[in-house]
Nanobody, 116 residues
């Protein structure tokens, strides 16, 4: 059974924007401690991009500060990653992760390609 549903990836030109979504079940969203967006390019290690805690605190990788924004919509059980001023080096598969008190859940990943 799918518990996290990712969407929003696609092909965009340099300088463009995309918004990624990660929708969880109500039971997961009601007790999560931290939601984190990661990304991974072929031949590269997975790296953290952005995170938001249940209290609303946020953290960003230096490479995306000022360009990416993480947010949440409790009514939709969804966390978003707004990506602006995209660069070719942002090309990767993006994964969301919900950290719960004793376990975590991963999304399937969504491909983002930035190219002219």
């Amino acid at each position: 059974q799918v518990q996290l549903d990712e969407s929003g990836g696609g092909l965009v030109q340099p300088g463009g924007s995309l918004r990624l979504s990660c929708a969880a079940t109500g039971s997961i969203f009601s007790i999560y401690t931290t939601v984190t967006w990661y990304r991974q390019s072929p031949g590269k290690q997975r790296v953290m991009v952005a995170a938001i805690t249940s209290g609303g605190s946020t953290n960003y990788a230096d490479s995306v500060k000022g360009r990416f924004t993480i947010s949440r919509d409790s009514a939709k059980n969804t966390v978003y990653l707004q990506m602006n001023s995209l660069k070719p080096e942002d090309t990767a598969v993006y994964y969301c992760n919900f950290l719960l008190p004793i376990q975590s859940f991963w999304g399937r990943g969504t491909q983002v390609t930035v190219s002219s």
